[in-house]
């Protein structure tokens, strides 16, 4: 796809907005008031089961109405039990479409223990809307994984995908009927963010007997902000926001004035020096004594 296409394709506001419905999902994740914008309103509360020998449920994300848009939402690690399914790197045959490739095991369990669920509940609503469907890094493999299956599964034929700080998801095979298939599919990331290197393109044997191998999903929007702290400030959704919404200030302003409580405090997008503190030196110098 050319420049021209892509640029055409990827709606700076969409990704504002997707960007702090993503950051809603990690509230109500944590048990906070769920803030959706005028006009939207909850139709579904994800659940799905995260860990791998002892899997636990878990509030993922949810799906959310306006009188003209459908979005689902993905949110990423954060607890042990995602941390176990996001090393869960071997992979399976991708189970909701024929002949398309092996997608990472510990993604595909989580999507899999809700994708009946989800899916059903996507069938009640007008397939007339558009739907947008997003994920932030563990959410943007889920975001992929569903929007394939939504895609040739539902009525829902032309999904919109935004995924932030998304990991890599699958085989080439699996990456190549994507792209195929779901054309309005964006993904973004920070250069500076190391999940999307993750995991490598290339497990070589032994480390399996076939080896393994990974390729991201199209199409790329790249950021570029460096905050010094790899697994945080470089990643964290709240800083994909404020950087995003540098590129249409106005359209952030007014989504975050009219909607109080809805765009997330960006306080901590700010570099992070890397000293050691005082009191580490404290402890040190006591313990030489």
Same mark, same amino acid.
């Given at each position: 796809m050319n420049s021209s296409n892509l640029y055409y394709m990827f709606n700076r506001e969409d990704?504002?907005?997707?960007?702090?419905?993503?950051?809603?999902?990690?509230?109500?994740?944590?048990?906070?008031?769920?803030? @959706?914008?005028? &006009?939207? $309103? !909850?139709?579904?509360?994800?659940?799905? %089961? +995260?860990?791998?020998?002892?899997?636990?449920?878990?509030?993922?994300?949810?799906?959310?109405?306006?009188?003209?848009?459908?979005?689902?939402?993905?949110?990423?690690?954060?607890?042990?039990?995602?941390?176990?399914?996001?090393?869960?790197?071997?992979?399976?045959?991708?189970?909701?479409?024929?002949?398309?490739?092996?997608?990472?095991?510990?993604?595909?369990?989580?999507?899999q223990s809700t994708r009946n669920e989800l899916i059903g509940e996507l069938t009640k609503l007008?397939?007339?809307?558009?739907? @947008?469907?997003? &994920?932030? $890094? !563990?959410?943007?493999?889920?975001?992929? %994984? +569903?929007?394939?299956?939504?895609?040739?599964?539902?009525?829902?034929?032309?999904?919109?995908?935004?995924?932030?700080?998304?990991?890599?998801?699958?085989?080439?095979?699996?990456?190549?009927?994507?792209?195929?298939?779901?054309?309005?599919?964006?993904?973004?990331?920070?250069?500076?963010?190391?999940?999307?290197?993750?995991?490598?393109?290339?497990?070589?044997?032994?480390?399996?007997?076939?080896?393994?191998?990974?390729?991201?999903?199209?199409?790329?929007?790249?950021?570029?902000?460096?905050?010094?702290?790899?697994?945080?400030?470089?990643?964290?959704?709240?800083?994909?926001?404020?950087?995003?919404?540098?590129?249409?200030?106005?359209?952030?302003?007014?989504?975050?004035?009219?909607?109080?409580?809805?765009?997330?405090?960006?306080?901590?997008?700010?570099?992070?020096?890397?000293?050691?503190?005082?009191?580490?030196?404290?402890?040190?110098?006591?313990?030489?004594?």
């Amino acid at each position: 796809m050319n420049s021209s296409n892509l640029y055409y394709m990827f709606n700076r506001e969409d990704s504002i907005l997707l960007s702090a419905m993503i950051y809603q999902s990690y509230q109500l994740f944590e048990k906070e008031p769920l803030v @959706l914008p005028k &006009g939207y $309103s !909850l139709r579904y509360t994800i659940r799905a %089961l +995260a860990g791998v020998e002892e899997p636990e449920s878990e509030v993922f994300g949810f799906i959310a109405e306006s009188q003209d848009h459908i979005i689902v939402t993905f949110r990423g690690t954060r607890t042990f039990k995602d941390n176990e399914s996001d090393q869960d790197l071997y992979q399976v045959p991708y189970p909701f479409v024929r002949h398309a490739g092996k997608t990472h095991r510990g993604f595909t369990c989580i999507y899999q223990s809700t994708r009946n669920e989800l899916i059903g509940e996507l069938t009640k609503l007008s397939a007339t809307k558009r739907l @947008l469907v997003a &994920g932030h $890094s !563990l959410g943007g493999a889920l975001a992929v %994984l +569903a929007a394939f299956d939504i895609a040739v599964n539902t009525r829902f034929k032309h999904p919109f995908v935004y995924t932030y700080g998304s990991p890599r998801v699958a085989d080439p095979l699996f990456a190549s009927q994507f792209n195929h298939t779901v054309k309005n599919s964006i993904r973004i990331y920070n250069v500076h963010d190391i999940i999307p290197t993750l995991p490598d393109q290339t497990y070589p044997p032994p480390f399996t007997k076939q080896g393994l191998f990974y390729q991201h999903v199209d199409k790329k929007v790249t950021l570029s902000f460096q905050l010094n702290s790899l697994p945080v400030r470089n990643h964290e959704i709240v800083c994909y926001f404020k950087n995003l919404s540098r590129q249409n200030p106005a359209f952030s302003k007014s989504l975050c004035d009219e909607n109080p409580g809805f765009c997330p405090d960006t306080e901590l997008c700010v570099p992070f020096m890397g000293i050691c503190s005082d009191k580490a030196s404290a402890n040190h110098s006591s313990s030489q004594e």
